[in-house]
């Protein structure tokens, strides 16, 4: 059995509380603890030594090793003198947000903007109240707005994307004096 690595009582409670948000956002709590080490240990770490940091099943970490990796957050590497799979995370916390808004508007944004721009070019829609068609048309309008800005904000380098974010209410005060 490996020897599990030690938290320090900061990096537990930050491991304990990525887990609890994970399945607030709709992620397996051991998966988002597994990418919290990953991300807090800054090394590759191999499946048997997580298994003994988080005390979970070593099936349930090769799920969850499975599914970060295909959500492009943990990548497999190896080591000199160990034939086991190491995995690790970006350490940039940037590069792994961009990748988690990519991620989630692959699986969940996108195939709705799909859908909705099915139904508008779908003849049976004209059978549809007017109120229902436009409603669609509103949803595909927002939906593809929304979309196109994240698809910008995310090109943006870090240190801008920081001021736009920080920039908050004042946008409003700059679109109406504007």
Excluded at 38 to 44: A, E, K, Y
Excluded at 46 to 61: D, G, P, Q
Excluded at 79 to 106: I, M, P
């Amino acid at each position: 059995m490996s020897e599990a690595v030690e938290l320090s009582p900061i990096a537990r409670r930050f491991v304990l509380h990525w887990g609890e948000m994970g399945s607030r956002w709709g992620v397996n709590r051991t998966v988002a603890q597994i990418h919290a080490l990953l991300f807090l240990s800054g090394r590759p770490m191999h499946a048997e030594e997580i298994t003994a940091t988080l005390s979970v099943a070593r099936s349930n970490v090769s799920t969850s090793l499975r599914e970060l990796t295909n959500y492009n957050l943990v990548r497999t590497v190896h080591q000199l003198g160990d034939r086991r799979d190491h995995f690790e995370t970006s350490r940039d916390v940037w590069e792994l947000f961009r990748t988690v808004v990519r991620e989630r508007k692959a699986r969940e944004f996108d195939p709705t903007v799909a859908m909705l721009g099915d139904c508008m070019a779908d003849p049976e829609l004209a059978a549809e109240p007017p109120e229902v068609r436009a409603r669609i048309a509103e949803t595909l309008a927002l939906m593809s707005a929304l979309s196109a800005w994240g698809e910008e904000m995310l090109r943006l380098e870090p240190a801008t994307l920081m001021k736009v974010m920080k920039l908050g209410s004042r946008i409003q005060k700059l679109l109406r004096e504007g």
